[in-house]
């Protein structure tokens, strides 16, 4: 092996070793502590939201796995870089390990449900990669087959080998130590109560293609700021709710379900969700009405928004008004059946309709505060994003799909459509910008759920364009006007482009 190859697989021997100690020290004081994740929670902080825009459109539910393994890659490159250089210069290896704990500390160290103990997994993972640094790299020259004498320090290269097996193993041993075990075994041990209060269940169209009328938990989008789940078992939960209202309350896990439960079908939305995109889904909720519990706190007069945070510290800011005006929010316990899944909250998340989710659906519930919007700017505001956020009358082709080629004669064409809280009235198809016509509707329970449609189209030969249009409640006909999600949501018709033959 070449000196210069044989330093680089050092450096990201060293790499190795310190991100694994830190992933397993990282187990024993909180896993968002490890350095990486920290790191990629701050470049979620920072990063500007065309580039957020991108990678949600461009990546969907991967988009954090893709940041995480480009923070991965690129301290992979440093790495071997810095063995390189290291080689000669050790001093630039100690230096690159320093830099690189100090910002794993100071990272994670900003995350809001920090405590000072969160430092120290960057601080040791930084330690132990000097100390396999100054053992891989010795003091004698190194030297090439014809015994030439090459500047720089000789690689101790089975010591990479072994540097990058325990590397391995005590990551190994990080990730099953601070994964979600406990977790699935916590909400697999929860026994959901009955619901006092049971909504009636919708029924879907029989379409091939056409997206099922209850979203099942697996399939759900998520989009969250969470790199690492947060860790909130139901024996340690506690929901505080504070700040203005006359009778402060502090909830356990169990006394949410000792109370009377509701259970209603709601379509939650992000606001990130393009033109024709699929960040929707429809769900049978279970959980406390918030409109209830705000009523026994007692909100104090100027109290006009609902600040909600998750265990790691996100935060959402919802009108006070919405969640009293007589909707089905709610403080949710359960999803499609069965406690709520970890991504999605468990154990306890809100949901209130009619709004996109960074305004309404905060997971990992643990606190309410009554507060005022002109007191407080919730994550997704603070990021100039609108602070109140009803949801857009929306449509969607599921199918046929685009590009595809179908027959010539009759079509099915299918998708859904939803406006919250206000309901969808009408769905309309048109091909190749001609007449719109009417599709036929899902029967509906109510205006919180989206609604499946179906069109049958006698599909001509060429090349076709289909566009869709909805209706809502009150009247208001879809925008065709093509609108970006910044800030309040897109607006837009979709359409797609196939052919028949």
Known sequence: MRPTIAAASAGIACAAVAVATAQLAAAAVAPGSAPIAAIGAAVVDAVPEPVKEFAIRTFGANDKLVLLAGIGAA?????????????????????????????????????????????????????????????????????????????????????????????????????????????????????????????????????????????????????????????????????????????????????????????????????????????????????????????????????????????????????????????????????????????????????????YGYVSATKWLTEIELSSFADFDAYWVRRDWAAEAPIKTFSRIDTPKPLKTVPAGPTAVAGVAWAQQRGIARVEVRVDEGPWNDADLAPVIGNDTWRQWQWTWEAEPGRRKLEVRATAGDGEVQTGERVTPFPDGATGWHSVVLNAE
């Not at 930084?126 to 090439?144: I, K, Q, T, Y």
């Not at 320090?153 to 406990?182: E, H, K, N, S």
């Not at 506690?238 to 402060?248: D, E, S, T, W, Y």
């Open 75 to 355: 301290l992979a490159v440093l790495a071997a870089a810095t063995g390189v250089v290291a080689r000669r210069r050790l001093w630039v290896g100690y230096a690159v390990l320093a830099l690189l704990g100090g910002a794993g500390a100071a990272a994670a160290l900003t995350r809001p449900a920090a405590s000072p103990w969160w430092a120290l997994p960057s601080l040791a993972g930084a330690a132990c990669g000097a100390v396999v640094l100054a053992l891989l790299l010795r003091g004698r020259p190194d030297r090439e087959a014809e015994g030439r004498a090459v500047p720089g320090r000789a690689v101790d290269r089975r010591g990479v080998l072994i540097a990058l097996a325990g590397a391995g193993i005590a990551g190994a041993a990080g990730w099953r130590l601070g994964g979600t075990g406990d977790l699935e075994a916590a909400r697999s041990a929860v026994d959901l109560p009955e619901p006092a209060s049971v909504g009636p269940a919708g029924t879907g169209l029989d379409v091939d293609g056409l997206t099922p009328y209850l979203t099942p938990n697996a399939d759900f989008y998520r989009v969250d700021t969470a790199l690492v789940l947060p860790r909130v078992l139901p024996e340690d939960y506690r929901l505080r709710v504070f700040g203005r209202v006359a009778n402060p309350m502090e909830l356990t896990f169990q006394d949410l379900l000792d109370r009377d439960l509701v259970e209603r079908e709601i379509t939650i939305s992000c606001v990130s969700n393009e033109v024709g995109g699929t960040l929707a889904g429809n769900a049978r909720w279970l959980g406390v009405s918030l409109a209830e519990l705000l009523a026994e706190a007692g909100p104090e007069p100027g109290a006009d928004q609902v600040v909600s945070r998750s265990a790691d510290g996100w935060t959402a800011g919802t009108p006070t008004a919405v969640c009293t005006d007589g909707r089905d929010a709610l403080i949710a316990v359960g999803m499609n059946g069965e406690p709520l899944p970890l991504e999605h909250g468990f154990p306890v998340r809100m949901i209130v309709p009619g709004l």
